[in-house]
């Protein structure tokens, strides 16, 4: 970790901000400090605390998230402070120093580590829910060629039923090949994810994060028309947090102006679902009818 740079990252919440690495720091378990001493754990949020703004500490896969006190208890605005606390955790990282100590590491992996199946609205797609972290964004797996950077999702691929992986915080959905049975491999399969996981096996490695950086920037880039930014965030708000419940994510992809239409990317689950169609009209289509009165007649869907 000699050379990682700090991403400041602004959050809903005025009083929380994320400073993101390109690395990862922690795997599969997520870290909340409420105070010094209940940061014994971890030598770079017991530093952090010393800070008399912090309220309280997250570590989570490639982040530190700090909330401060409000601002009438504290007087201090992010914006005065970001920048110095970013190149004080900066500093850390280049020290050497771990995140998380190793004796806490080590026992960290005796602490369970619970699997279980949940169907999904697709019956070729089965969801594999954690009580751990996993994914700090989603991430989809067509084949095994895609799984690089991805040990957890190459070993997946492994079985010989798994067509595609999607991944997403503290879940995986799987979807299967059409001539396998899930009551055949549910349980082997819940029973490997839980094992690998146990073992504190790699994840993600590093450069999915890079990846995923470009990736992300080439859509920040794209200059949003106004229109198009009240329907992203219409799905963001409204319709992502029931699709994400069923294991699968949706994501906008373009409006035309001339035909009233919206295009949708749906992954996990949501991919070539039976019932994707249905929902789409039935639910997606008319709350963007109706939210966005004259703007809005269609929804498509591309199943990439």
Known sequence: MSKINITVQLTNNDNIVKFVTKSFITQSKSYEFNNIDDAKESPIAQRLFHLPFVKTIYISQNFIAIEKFPFNLTQVKWQDVQDEVAESISDYFKSGQPVINEKDKESSKKNPITIYAESTPNPEVLKFVANRTLANTVYEFKNKSETV???????????PFVKE????????SITKKNNYNWQEFSNELREFIRNYIENNKTIFKDEILQKKEQTNQLTEDRDYSEIEKEIISILNEYIRPAVEGDGGNIAFDSYNIDTKTVKVILQ???SGCPSSTV??????ENMLREMLSGKVDYVEALNE
Do not use: D, R, S
Not at 165 to 172: D, G, L, S
């Open 165 to 172: 992986v999607f991944m997403n915080t503290n879940y995986i």
């Open 279 to 284: 929902t789409l009209k039935n639910g997606i």
């Open 149 to 159: 950077f991805a040990p957890l999702a190459n070993e997946l691929f492994n079985f």
């Open 268 to 270: 996990g689950a949501c």
